[in-house]
Protein backbone atom coordinates (compact mmCIF):
# COMPACT_ATOMS: atom_id res chain seq x y z
CA UNK A 1 0.00 0.00 0.00
CA UNK A 2 1.72 3.41 -0.71
CA UNK A 3 2.22 5.45 2.33
CA UNK A 4 3.61 8.30 3.44
CA UNK A 5 4.82 8.59 7.04
CA UNK A 6 6.07 12.13 9.33
CA UNK A 7 7.50 11.74 12.56
CA UNK A 8 7.63 13.27 15.12
CA UNK A 9 4.33 14.12 15.36
CA UNK A 10 5.09 17.32 16.56
CA UNK A 11 7.79 19.21 17.45
CA UNK A 12 8.32 22.64 19.97
CA UNK A 13 11.77 24.51 19.58
CA UNK A 14 13.12 27.55 20.91
CA UNK A 15 13.35 30.72 18.55
CA UNK A 16 17.12 30.69 16.40
CA UNK A 17 17.30 26.95 17.17
CA UNK A 18 17.52 24.36 14.15
CA UNK A 19 15.40 20.93 13.95
CA UNK A 20 14.79 18.03 11.00
CA UNK A 21 11.57 16.74 10.33
CA UNK A 22 11.61 13.33 8.79
CA UNK A 23 9.51 11.65 6.10
CA UNK A 24 9.41 7.72 4.95
CA UNK A 25 7.18 6.30 2.02
CA UNK A 26 6.57 3.44 0.59
CA UNK A 27 5.27 5.27 -2.39
CA UNK A 28 6.36 3.50 -6.07
CA UNK A 29 6.54 4.15 -8.49
CA UNK A 30 8.09 7.39 -7.35
CA UNK A 31 8.24 10.79 -9.23
CA UNK A 32 8.44 13.28 -6.80
CA UNK A 33 8.43 14.62 -3.35
CA UNK A 34 7.13 17.68 -2.19
CA UNK A 35 7.39 20.04 1.28
CA UNK A 36 4.37 21.84 2.01
CA UNK A 37 4.14 24.60 4.90
CA UNK A 38 0.43 25.04 6.71
CA UNK A 39 0.17 27.91 8.73
CA UNK A 40 -3.04 28.09 11.00
CA UNK A 41 -6.32 28.48 8.94
CA UNK A 42 -4.62 28.11 5.31
CA UNK A 43 -3.78 26.35 2.61
CA UNK A 44 -0.76 24.26 1.99
CA UNK A 45 2.11 25.59 0.17
CA UNK A 46 4.68 24.29 -1.71
CA UNK A 47 8.11 24.81 0.11
CA UNK A 48 10.35 22.42 -2.02
CA UNK A 49 10.37 19.52 -4.75
CA UNK A 50 12.52 16.50 -4.95
CA UNK A 51 13.07 14.36 -7.88
CA UNK A 52 14.55 10.76 -8.03
CA UNK A 53 18.37 12.47 -8.76
CA UNK A 54 18.26 14.99 -6.37
CA UNK A 55 19.99 14.57 -3.02
CA UNK A 56 19.73 18.02 -1.31
CA UNK A 57 18.15 21.16 -2.05
CA UNK A 58 17.13 24.49 -0.46
CA UNK A 59 15.20 27.33 0.18
CA UNK A 60 15.65 29.26 2.60
CA UNK A 61 16.60 28.58 5.70
CA UNK A 62 14.61 25.55 4.37
CA UNK A 63 17.00 22.39 2.88
CA UNK A 64 15.29 19.19 1.99
CA UNK A 65 17.09 16.10 1.84
CA UNK A 66 16.12 12.60 -0.37
CA UNK A 67 17.10 9.09 -0.06
CA UNK A 68 15.58 7.62 -3.03
CA UNK A 69 17.57 3.86 -2.25
CA UNK A 70 16.25 4.00 1.90
CA UNK A 71 13.03 6.10 0.64
CA UNK A 72 13.32 8.55 2.78
CA UNK A 73 13.87 12.30 3.29
CA UNK A 74 13.96 15.17 5.69
CA UNK A 75 13.53 19.20 6.31
CA UNK A 76 15.70 20.78 8.33
CA UNK A 77 14.88 24.44 9.61
CA UNK A 78 17.92 26.07 10.26
CA UNK A 79 17.81 29.64 12.95
CA UNK A 80 14.05 28.62 13.29
CA UNK A 81 11.76 32.04 13.39
CA UNK A 82 8.58 32.43 14.75
CA UNK A 83 7.11 32.69 11.51
CA UNK A 84 8.01 28.45 10.97
CA UNK A 85 5.10 27.96 13.45
CA UNK A 86 3.09 25.56 11.35
CA UNK A 87 2.51 22.17 9.97
CA UNK A 88 4.59 20.78 7.49
CA UNK A 89 3.07 17.92 5.18
CA UNK A 90 5.13 15.50 3.13
CA UNK A 91 3.54 14.82 -0.16
CA UNK A 92 4.77 12.14 -2.58
CA UNK A 93 3.69 11.69 -6.23
CA UNK A 94 3.36 8.34 -7.18
CA UNK A 95 2.89 8.53 -10.97
CA UNK A 96 4.76 9.44 -13.59
CA UNK A 97 1.91 9.78 -15.75
CA UNK A 98 0.80 12.82 -14.56
CA UNK A 99 -2.45 11.98 -13.12
CA UNK A 100 -1.90 14.92 -9.98
CA UNK A 101 -2.87 11.99 -7.64
CA UNK A 102 -0.48 12.55 -4.57
CA UNK A 103 -0.02 10.61 -1.54
CA UNK A 104 0.19 12.56 2.10
CA UNK A 105 1.77 12.59 5.14
CA UNK A 106 -0.02 13.47 8.08
CA UNK A 107 2.25 16.12 9.04
CA UNK A 108 4.44 17.74 12.03
CA UNK A 109 3.43 20.58 13.53
CA UNK A 110 6.16 23.12 14.64
CA UNK A 111 5.74 25.29 17.25
CA UNK A 112 8.84 27.93 17.77
CA UNK A 113 8.70 29.38 21.32
CA UNK A 114 10.49 32.62 21.62
CA UNK B 1 -3.33 38.31 -7.77
CA UNK B 2 -4.04 34.60 -9.23
CA UNK B 3 -5.78 32.58 -6.55
CA UNK B 4 -7.74 30.02 -5.34
CA UNK B 5 -10.89 31.32 -2.96
CA UNK B 6 -13.94 29.34 -1.32
CA UNK B 7 -16.54 29.87 0.40
CA UNK B 8 -18.07 30.22 2.54
CA UNK B 9 -14.81 30.13 4.94
CA UNK B 10 -16.73 28.49 8.28
CA UNK B 11 -20.20 26.73 8.52
CA UNK B 12 -22.10 25.04 11.30
CA UNK B 13 -25.44 22.78 10.14
CA UNK B 14 -27.44 20.10 11.08
CA UNK B 15 -27.36 16.61 10.76
CA UNK B 16 -29.86 15.84 6.84
CA UNK B 17 -29.03 19.44 5.60
CA UNK B 18 -27.75 20.03 2.13
CA UNK B 19 -24.87 21.68 1.97
CA UNK B 20 -22.99 23.40 -0.82
CA UNK B 21 -19.14 24.09 -0.66
CA UNK B 22 -18.25 26.27 -3.60
CA UNK B 23 -14.47 27.07 -5.09
CA UNK B 24 -13.10 29.54 -7.67
CA UNK B 25 -10.02 30.13 -9.26
CA UNK B 26 -8.13 32.79 -11.17
CA UNK B 27 -5.19 30.99 -11.88
CA UNK B 28 -6.73 29.17 -15.36
CA UNK B 29 -5.73 25.54 -14.10
CA UNK B 30 -8.09 23.14 -15.79
CA UNK B 31 -7.22 21.00 -13.06
CA UNK B 32 -9.32 20.95 -9.68
CA UNK B 33 -9.17 18.66 -6.37
CA UNK B 34 -11.62 18.96 -3.46
CA UNK B 35 -9.87 17.35 0.08
CA UNK B 36 -10.79 16.97 3.35
CA UNK B 37 -8.79 16.78 6.65
CA UNK B 38 -9.16 15.95 9.88
CA UNK B 39 -6.79 15.85 12.64
CA UNK B 40 -3.87 13.24 12.67
CA UNK B 41 -5.30 12.25 9.46
CA UNK B 42 -2.84 13.72 5.87
CA UNK B 43 -5.07 15.21 3.26
CA UNK B 44 -7.50 13.08 1.76
CA UNK B 45 -9.04 13.07 -1.82
CA UNK B 46 -12.76 13.44 -2.37
CA UNK B 47 -13.11 14.36 -6.06
CA UNK B 48 -11.25 15.69 -8.91
CA UNK B 49 -11.56 17.01 -11.79
CA UNK B 50 -9.09 17.75 -15.37
CA UNK B 51 -11.42 19.45 -17.04
CA UNK B 52 -14.86 20.79 -17.69
CA UNK B 53 -16.14 17.41 -18.34
CA UNK B 54 -14.41 15.37 -16.55
CA UNK B 55 -15.13 14.14 -12.93
CA UNK B 56 -13.16 11.05 -10.81
CA UNK B 57 -14.01 9.79 -7.71
CA UNK B 58 -11.38 10.47 -5.21
CA UNK B 59 -10.59 7.80 -2.01
CA UNK B 60 -13.57 8.91 0.41
CA UNK B 61 -16.05 10.65 -2.35
CA UNK B 62 -19.25 8.38 -0.38
CA UNK B 63 -21.61 11.23 0.70
CA UNK B 64 -20.60 13.82 -1.50
CA UNK B 65 -21.28 14.68 -4.80
CA UNK B 66 -19.80 17.68 -7.26
CA UNK B 67 -20.02 19.66 -10.17
CA UNK B 68 -17.91 21.55 -12.58
CA UNK B 69 -19.45 24.45 -13.61
CA UNK B 70 -16.75 26.32 -15.33
CA UNK B 71 -12.80 25.89 -15.94
CA UNK B 72 -12.86 28.32 -13.09
CA UNK B 73 -15.22 26.73 -10.90
CA UNK B 74 -15.55 23.44 -9.35
CA UNK B 75 -18.55 22.79 -6.16
CA UNK B 76 -18.55 19.85 -3.33
CA UNK B 77 -21.95 19.21 -2.04
CA UNK B 78 -22.90 17.38 0.93
CA UNK B 79 -26.37 15.97 -0.24
CA UNK B 80 -27.26 14.83 4.06
CA UNK B 81 -24.88 16.38 6.12
CA UNK B 82 -23.47 13.60 8.85
CA UNK B 83 -21.32 14.61 12.17
CA UNK B 84 -18.99 12.28 10.66
CA UNK B 85 -18.30 14.97 7.54
CA UNK B 86 -17.09 17.93 10.56
CA UNK B 87 -13.74 18.70 8.97
CA UNK B 88 -11.41 21.05 6.61
CA UNK B 89 -12.34 20.87 2.85
CA UNK B 90 -9.40 22.33 0.78
CA UNK B 91 -9.99 22.93 -2.80
CA UNK B 92 -6.97 22.62 -5.11
CA UNK B 93 -6.06 23.28 -8.35
CA UNK B 94 -2.79 22.29 -10.43
CA UNK B 95 -1.53 22.37 -14.28
CA UNK B 96 -0.37 19.66 -16.65
CA UNK B 97 3.09 19.70 -16.27
CA UNK B 98 3.68 21.48 -13.30
CA UNK B 99 5.31 18.85 -11.40
CA UNK B 100 2.29 17.95 -10.01
CA UNK B 101 2.40 21.55 -7.66
CA UNK B 102 -1.27 22.39 -6.15
CA UNK B 103 -2.19 25.18 -5.32
CA UNK B 104 -4.62 25.37 -2.31
CA UNK B 105 -7.46 27.58 -1.28
CA UNK B 106 -8.02 28.75 2.17
CA UNK B 107 -9.91 25.99 3.16
CA UNK B 108 -13.89 25.63 4.63
CA UNK B 109 -14.07 25.09 8.26
CA UNK B 110 -17.33 22.29 8.20
CA UNK B 111 -19.13 21.70 11.48
CA UNK B 112 -21.93 19.12 11.57
CA UNK B 113 -24.04 19.12 14.22
Known amino acids: KNQVEQSPQSLIILEGKNCTLQ??????????LRWYKQDTGRGPVSLTIMTFSENTKSNGRYTATLDADTKQSSLHITASQLSDSASYICVVSGSSSNTGKLIFGQGTTLQVKP | DADVTQTPRNRITKTGKRIMLECSQT?????MYWYRQDPGLGLRLIYY???????NKGEISDGYSVSRQAQAKFSLSLESAIPNQTALYFC????????????FGPGTRLTVL
Open chain 2, 49 to 55: SFDVKDI
Open chain 2, 27 to 31: KGHDR
Open chain 2, 92 to 103: ATSVLGGADEQF
Open chain 1, 23 to 32: CNYTVSPFSN
